[in-house]
């Protein structure tokens, strides 16, 4: 035999042992492909619940936090009501109030000279 007769026994040979290698890696990747479709299968039927629950959960939390806002909204239609009603029941009695203390005091004082007795002042008879 002659040199380029090994040289094809060994190229042949060469081919055959990759051949076997391709078809394991081959056998090994269809193994895997399987074992994948099989998770993804289970992932499915599994996260199917899941998914629902957490939907119910979102759509109530959204409703919750509907009625939320609505109880803001209320409250803050009621303490802009009540500071309205504040602001004009100050404005409305402390000016009537504020001259009614001023015309007592002033009366009060006004006697008080009438009598002959000095003003006071911050509870002391002035000197």
């Known amino acids: 035999m002659s040199g380029e007769e090994w040289a094809a026994i060994v190229g042949a040979q060469a081919c055959l042992v990759a051949l076997v290698v391709l078809v394991v890696m081959v056998v090994r990747l269809d ?19 899941l998914l629902d629950e957490l ?22 239609a009621v303490t802009g009501r009540v500071d309205a009603a504040s602001d004009l029941a100050y404005r409305t009695f402390t000016s ?10 002033g009366t009060k004082r006004a006697v008080q ?15």
């Open 55 to 76: 939907r119910r959960a979102v759509r109530d939390a959204d409703y919750q936090l509907d009625r939320v806002d609505a109880i803001v909204s209320g409250a803050e």
């Open 31 to 49: 193994r895997a492909t399987r074992e994948l479709r099989g998770a993804a299968r289970d992932f499915r039927r599994e996260s199917g619940p």
């Open 96 to 105: 009537p109030v504020v001259k009614a203390i001023a015309v007592g005091t």
């Open 113 to 127: 000279r009438l009598k002959g007795d000095p003003p006071r002042r911050n509870g002391k008879r002035a000197s």
